[in-house]
């Protein structure tokens, strides 16, 4: 099966995205399983758990103390699909201290270890460097403009900790990996293979389930930003030669946001669904990148969110091949998805991204698998 490049794919962006729909769902439509570059056999859910070699890694999740139930409802879900064979430890984060309400809710769900971490001032809030005047005057223009959360402090905030400052929180540095969840998301998967070492022993450094465009008006300045950034000293090294450029340029689907973006197509990996090597962030490469994003104030200025930040970084610094579609793992939060045709999937549609049809022109996987991606044939 051979997928075009949609560079060369001819007509009007509504063209475009009938024939990116179309390749979409032939792809999802074909019969998977686990993944092929890999003996998932060797990393099966170990007879003993008391005796299991883990990964370096953990389950994250930001939440506040009121999103205990919905938490919870992600955790029965993770755990039926993947941990209560593994056991890896949780850490929960908030910006305030955990309640014991809260504590006592998630431990219902899961038997496996909890840690619960108040994040470190210095880490979350809005740095003092910003002018707080200009924020709130931005917080109404992008408002105004229909940005989503752009008036929540708390939100911006959420975004700039999650975008460059959590993998430095002290009690993770220990580890390696993280799998991000959020509140009240599905797991439609039973997954009989640890996610964790698929990545270790593939050298990969970070995994996602959904590609979608963004809020254009959200981050008008963050590739132009990144190209000053790149141009300065001698930034460019950092670029990984077999970087997703073209998934980060394409203008076809959507060609209003990659205008409105300086050029960035807008397209990132939704993070509420991330498997990845803290290592990658903490890198010189990223790290940098990072305090100049953070040096113009713009998670404030304008609303830069932390997907398409993680999106751009991995695009340009990391080597393509080293970022995996866990294609295997049916994924929802609202209102989007992704659902394999697989026989270890349950109660989702196969193919199914939305259940809205205004929100189809959102998914951005075609630009991903017709050149960001290996042959999907030889993954799955
Ligand atoms: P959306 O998915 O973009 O609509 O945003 P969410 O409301 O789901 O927020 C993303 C994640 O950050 C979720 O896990 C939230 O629980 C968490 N989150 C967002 N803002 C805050 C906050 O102010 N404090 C804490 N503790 N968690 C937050
Ligand atoms: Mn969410």
Request: hydrophobic share 25%; glycine share 4%.
């Given at each position: 099966m051979t997928f075009t490049n949609p560079f060369n794919k001819q007509g009007d962006p509504e063209r475009i995205l009938e024939l990116n729909r179309e390749s979409y769902q032939k792809l999802m439509n074909i019969e998977i399983n686990e993944?092929?570059?890999?003996?998932i056999n060797s990393i099966r859910?170990?007879?003993?758990i008391s005796k299991y070699v883990h990964a370096n890694a953990t389950i994250l999740a930001l939440v506040r103390n009121s999103e205990a139930r919905q938490i919870a409802s992600t955790i029965r879900q993770f755990e039926a699909s993947f941990n209560s064979k593994f056991m890896y430890p949780y850490t929960f984060i908030n910006d305030s201290p955990f309640s014991e309400r809260f504590k006592a809710k998630v431990k219902e769900v899961s038997n496996a270890p909890m840690n619960f971490i108040t994040i470190p001032r210095d880490l979350w809030a809005?740095?003092?460097?910003?002018d707080a005047k200009k924020a709130e005057e931005a917080m109404k223009i992008l408002t105004e403009k229909s940005?989503?959360?752009?008036?929540k402090l708390s939100y911006h905030n959420m975004c700039r900790f999650y975008s460059?400052?959590?993998?430095?929180?002290p009690e993770l540095l220990k580890f390696k990996y993280y799998w991000r969840i959020e509140p009240q998301v599905k797991f439609f998967t039973d997954i009989k293979y640890d996610v964790f070492k698929y990545l270790e022993g593939t050298q990969k450094v970070y995994g996602f389930t959904l590609s979608l465009y963004d809020i254009e008006d959200s981050v008008t300045t963050l590739w132009p930003e990144t190209i000053k950034f790149l141009n300065s000293?001698?930034?460019?090294?950092?670029?990984?030669?077999?970087?997703a450029f073209q998934w980060l340029l394409?203008?076809?689907?959507?060609p209003k946001k990659a205008e409105i973006a300086g050029g960035?197509?807008?397209?990132?990996?939704?993070?509420?669904f991330e498997i990845g090597d803290m290592d990658f962030f903490r890198g010189e490469a990223y790290t940098n990148w990072f305090k100049h994003l953070d040096s113009t104030g713009k998670f404030y200025y304008e609303r830069w969110g932390d997907a398409p930040v993680h999106s751009i970084g991995l695009g340009l610094?990391?080597?393509?091949?080293?970022?995996?579609?866990?294609?295997?793992i049916g994924y929802e939060h609202d209102p989007y998805l992704n659902c394999p045709?697989?026989?270890?999937?349950?109660?989702c549609k196969t193919?199914?991204?939305?259940?809205?049809?205004?929100?189809?022109?959102?998914?951005c996987m075609a630009s991903w698998v017709d050149y960001?991606?290996?042959?999907p044939a030889k993954i799955y």
């Open positions: 993944p092929k570059d890999y003996d859910p170990p007879e003993d809005r740095p003092s460097s910003i940005v989503a959360y752009a008036n460059g400052t959590f993998y430095n929180i000293d001698d930034n460019y090294k950092y670029i990984n030669p077999n970087g394409e203008n076809q689907q959507n960035y197509s807008t397209c990132h990996f939704w993070s509420n610094f990391a080597d393509k091949s080293k970022i995996h579609w866990f294609r295997d045709n697989s026989k270890n999937v349950a109660r193919g199914l991204f939305s259940r809205w049809d205004h929100l189809q022109d959102q998914n960001s991606m290996a042959d």
